[in-house]
């Protein structure tokens, strides 16, 4: 697509129930971030694929948050009994990965899911 | 440690002078890469400019520059004639290149807010 889709963009949930967040990134976009950013904060990284794989997955703040993309394309963050505090706008971010080692890739970010757990 | 520090509160500028956006950060890594990221009060995270921690000259684009001093691990962006529409949050933003790979997360610093009086 012509930009990174995201879904749904607004979600209200009650303590602990699941959720799942969708993230649609550029077409040929082989790399994918998620961010979630707290009101008013900056934001906070989440995981990072590269394909299909995970290379860094250190910033799931638990056990209950676990995310899967597949196909190279679409990708899901779910968070599992949500908190209160998982209450948060997420951001889905893709790159192109085609500047070689240079470390210039940009991230595009798409319009973000906001979460309210109630 | 911080990696990306923004300290500056509420900045305001008066509509067509220049302002700058205070960043600092900290890495051992010897290559890495800098980025500003705008965030207006709908949410949508714009890229800016990036700098490489081996260019040689400041980038520039259009009414963005970024006065970047290695030694002094600082990384400041200049707006020059300032407009309405740069009202909004500002982050800077760095990626390790070796320690963590071409491509990636970002961290992000705190932001800064940005409002441009008429």
């Known amino acids: 697509g012509a930009g990174v889709s995201q879904s749904p963009s607004n979600k209200v949930t009650e303590k602990g129930k699941d959720v799942e967040l969708r993230c649609d990134p550029i077409s040929g976009h082989t790399a994918l971030y998620w961010y979630r950013q707290s009101l008013g904060q900056g934001l906070e990284f989440l995981i990072y694929?590269?394909?299909?794989?995970?290379?860094?997955k250190s910033g799931l703040p638990s056990d209950r948050f676990s995310a899967e993309r597949t196909g190279g394309s679409v990708s899901t963050l779910t968070i599992q009994r949500t908190q209160q505090e998982d209450s948060a706008v997420y951001l889905c971010a893709s790159s192109q990965a085609n500047r070689g080692q240079t470390g210039a890739n940009v991230l595009t970010f798409g319009a973000g899911s906001r979460l309210t757990v109630l | 440690a911080q990696k990306i520090t923004q300290t500056q509160p509420g900045m305001f500028v008066q509509e067509k002078e220049a302002v700058t956006l205070d960043c600092t950060y900290d890495t051992s890594d010897p290559s890495y890469g800098l980025f500003w990221y705008k965030q207006p009060s709908s949410g949508e995270m714009i890229f800016l400019i990036y700098?490489?921690?081996?260019?040689?000259q400041n980038a520039t684009e259009g009414r963005y520059s970024l006065n970047f001093q290695k030694a002094r691990k600082s990384a400041n962006l200049v707006i020059s004639a300032s407009q309405l529409g740069d009202s909004a949050m500002y982050f800077c933003?760095?990626?390790?290149?070796?320690?963590?790979?071409?491509?990636?997360?970002?961290?992000f610093g705190k932001g800064i807010t940005l409002s441009v009086r008429p």
């Open positions: 700098q490489g921690s081996y260019d040689q």
């Open positions: 694929f590269q394909g299909n794989s995970a290379p860094d």
């Open positions: 933003a760095m990626r390790e290149i070796i320690r963590t790979g071409a491509n990636s997360k970002l961290t």
